[in-house]
Structure formats: structure tokens, C-alpha cells
């Protein structure tokens, strides 16, 4: 690119009006001049080509992604991580922060994601180390989309319960079981304390314990609970298959009893999720699978809060997302990160309630609210409550006695005293 062509890619906020564009924030290393590699970032997700050859036009001006920030530093090391073919030259360590105008791909999610995660980005000249860390949309852009159908707010009232965390649980055994079985799990859980027994996401509709006959049992056993106990449960069922099976899926789960929906976000599809939301009749609840393929190294691929966004955005109202501690390589920063996008503002669109899970107990329940700073928060222990060595009942009043422990302000350890649910736990899962 000549100086007039780089000059072509930059502008500064004042330049523009902001409610035309998306930002975007990259990290990326370059090889070569880094003004130059940015504006080769924002020309290959845009418009490549300005002009048509002999015509005096530059379709810049309205069409192309502009470079708002950069910072750069040397980098004596050369990269990061060894990329075979990679530029030759001196590199850089960059930051961007890009103005992409919406007007080239619209309130469309699948167009959307191949211009800021697609070819010309990750084949931009000269950048073989990129990560997009974080995206944010204007109020008139994110006005076209529906988002959560019913948000934390509207969790919190079907469950009727306010001030606290909401309580899942993953039925374990997760895969072998047929439905009765399963069922009877769940059921115990519920009269234990949790307010959500789910499917894990691996287990679909299968053969040997299909979805239709596990949802019935389920429905029922969750009808029952509610009665015994005095107050709502729900059973989550995993309703992720092909997409075209989705709305006849969600028919057959919600129609037997299933009060909530899990979809595996990325496996499906955001856009597939979007086209669920207008059907759904009850909360719709995400599951990370794929997505640490391509957010878990920090100089590479996408960061997992762009993710959050984007499934808030196409309209769940739970995302369960990798949590704290080493079980899930997830830095701690990056889990808050992602907590934060479920909860802060964003224009019109309902705030979603985050679930940060990997290995939970009571042993780790106090660990995630001071983490996180509020209740606002789900809480969805597997083996924690089904693994417990008295059984899921058990595993679940543990979760809620670990939970009257901290709202009353007494160490959970010494709370376990004369509870013998929650000293069990406090043993068999220790803490981490």
C-alpha cells in the first residue's frame, strides 16, 4: 500500500458517526510496518478493492473498516509461537481498536462473524498471530435484535427465587443411563434443593434413552417436586441435534414438561439459535462446546467474552461458560470478562444470567460469589451433587446449607457442624 492508501484506512471518533459503526478491539503480532498491517486488517474485512480500474471512485469513505487505535511495540523475539510460512521482517506486538460500518453485513449473525472472524481477518497480509478480544455494537444496530426472551429477571421469577444463586445440577451419570433411572435422579435433586436438573450437553436424543420418553419422566418427576417442595423447579433439557430439528425438539421437550432449553451454542449455530429464539416458549440456556477451540490461546483465534456477546445477542437467556479454577485452563480474568459481558448494559438487550462451572461443590460455592462480587450468578455443580456420598438429595442441601452459610456470614467450614450433608461434601471434594 502506498501512504495515501494506508492514510485511506484511519480516521479518529470525531471523524465518524459512531452509531454507523461496530468496534472492535484485536490483538495481533505483524511483521513488517504495523501501520501498514492495520490497515490491511481493516481493508481485507472490508472493502479490499475501493475503486474499479479506470474509474475515478473510492468506496472507502462509506464502506471501509477505519483503524481508530494502534499501539504497537517491538518484539526482539520475533513471534510468539512459531507459524509456518509466516512474514519476514521485524515484529510488533499490536493493539487496535477497528470502526467497521454495519451497513456491509446488517443485523445478520452469520454475516457479521465472516467480516470480523472470517478470511480478512485471519489472512490479513503480514499478521499471522491475531485475536479478536472484544466487539461492541451501537444502540440502533443492537435494536434489531431480540435477545433474551426472558434474562435474569424473568429466571428469577419463574423460579421465584431472588437474592440468591440459582442452583443447577448435571444428572450423573451423564451418558448410559435410560430415562427412568435418570429421571429419579433429577427428582431427588430437585427435593434436595436445586432448582434446575439439566441434561449435560453431551446427551441428546438417543436411542437408548430418547428425548421424548427422558422429557415425560422428567416433566413428571419435576411436577412432582415442585408439589412436595412448595416451590418451582425445572428440568433443562438438551435439545441440540440439527438444525432443522430444533423447533420439533423444543415442541416434544416443552410440550412433556422441560421448562428450559440447552443448546450447544457453536456446534449449532448462532443464527440457528436466533431462529429459535422466535419459537422458544420457555428459557433458552447455551453450552460452550468448540468454543475453547478458538478463544483458549491467548495470542491467537477469539476471545470467549466476543462469544458471550454474541449468544446474549441471539437470544439466551442462560450461558453456562467455562468457569474458575485449573479445571477448565480458563484464566480467571477472562471468566469475569465473560460474566461481565452476560450482565452489563447493552442498549436494549436483556441481561442473560452467566453460569461459570467446571468441578463445582460447596466446597467451591462461596469461592465463585466472591469472585464474582454478586448473586447474580448460577451455580451448576455434576459430581458435586450426583457424586455425593450421600446420594443427590444430599449433594444438593449441601449446595443450599453452603449458601445459608454465606449469607449468614459464617465460615462454610464451620457451618458443616451438626449438617451432615455439607461436611460430606466438605470432604469428598474438598477445596480448590
Known amino acids: 500500500m502506498t501512504p495515501d492508501d494506508i492514510a485511506g484506512f484511519y480516521a479518529t471518533r470525531s471523524d465518524l458517526n459512531l452509531d454507523d459503526y461496530i468496534e472492535l478491539d484485536f490483538s495481533f503480532e505483524c511483521a513488517g510496518d504495523p501501520r501498514e498491517a492495520a490497515a490491511h486488517l481493516c481493508s481485507e474485512q472490508s472493502t479490499a478493492q475501493w475503486r474499479r480500474v479506470g474509474f475515478d471512485e473510492d468506496f472507502r469513505p462509506r464502506f471501509a473498516a477505519k483503524v481508530l487505535e494502534l499501539h504497537a511495540q517491538k518484539q526482539p523475539g520475533g513471534f510468539s509461537i512459531a507459524v509456518e510460512s509466516a512474514a519476514q521482517g521485524e515484529v510488533h506486538a499490536c493493539r487496535v481498536t477497528i470502526a ?247 442498549g436494549p438487550i436483556k441481561p442473560c444470567l452467566p453460569v461459570p462451572g467446571g468441578s463445582d461443590s460447596a466446597a467451591t460455592l462461596e469461592g465463585v460469589y466472591r469472585k464474582i462480587g454478586s448473586a447474580d450468578f448460577g451455580f451448576v455443580p455434576g459430581r458435586g451433587v450426583f457424586g455425593h456420598p450421600m446420594g443427590p438429595a444430599a449433594g444438593a442441601t449441601s449446595i443450599r446449607q453452603a449458601w445459608e452459610a454465606i449469607a449468614a456470614g459464617i465460615p462454610v467450614a464451620d457451618y458443616a457442624a451438626g449438617k451432615p450433608e455439607l461436611a460430606a461434601a466438605l470432604q469428598a471434594f474438598g477445596k480448590r
Not at 460500518?101 to 478470511?119: D, T, W
Not at 447455551?286 to 454474541?310: D, K
Request: charged share 20%; glycine share 8%.
Open 100 to 346: 467497521h460500518p454495519h451497513r456491509n453485513f446488517g443485523p445478520k449473525i452469520p454475516n457479521l462473524l465472516s467480516a470480523v472472524c472470517g478470511e480478512g481477518v485471519f489472512f490479513a497480509p503480514g499478521i499471522p498471530l491475531i485475536r479478536l478480544q472484544d466487539i461492541r455494537f451501537p444502540d440502533n444496530y443492537l435494536a434489531a435484535f431480540d435477545g433474551p426472551r426472558f434474562g435474569v429477571a424473568g429466571l428469577r421469577e419463574r423460579l421465584q427465587a431472588f437474592d440468591r444463586p440459582i442452583f443447577f445440577g448435571v444428572i450423573k451419570p451423564n451418558i448410559g443411563l435410560p430415562p427412568e433411572p435418570f429421571a429419579e435422579l433429577g427428582y431427588q435433586s430437585w427435593l434436595g434443593g436445586l432448582d434446575i436438573a439439566k441434561d449435560d450437553e453431551m446427551l441428546a436424543d438417543v436411542d437408548w434413552c430418547p428425548l421424548a420418553q427422558r422429557a415425560a419422566l422428567l416433566g413428571d418427576a419435576c411436577r412432582k417436586a415442585t408439589v412436595e417442595t412448595g416451590v418451582p423447579k425445572i428440568y433443562l433439557a438438551n435439545i441440540t441435534d440439527e438444525v432443522d430439528r430444533l423447533a420439533e425438539l423444543h415442541d416434544v421437550a416443552v410440550n412433556a414438561g422441560a421448562g428450559a432449553l440447552l443448546v450447544n451454542t457453536m456446534p449449532v449455530g448462532l443464527s440457528a439459535v436466533r431462529m429459535l429464539r422466535k419459537h422458544a416458549r420457555v428459557p433458552l440456556m447455551a453450552h460452550f462446546p468448540f468454543i475453547a477451540a478458538f478463544s483458549r490461546l491467548a495470542g491467537y483465534g477469539i476471545h470467549s467474552r466476543v462469544m458471550t456477546r454474541l449468544q446474549r445477542l441471539a437470544g439466551f437467556d442462560v450461558i453456562i461458560m467455562p468457569g474458575f479454577g485449573p479445571r477448565m485452563f480458563t484464566p480467571e480474568a477472562e471468566v469475569m470478562d465473560c460474566v461481565r459481558a452476560c450482565l452489563e448494559p447493552m
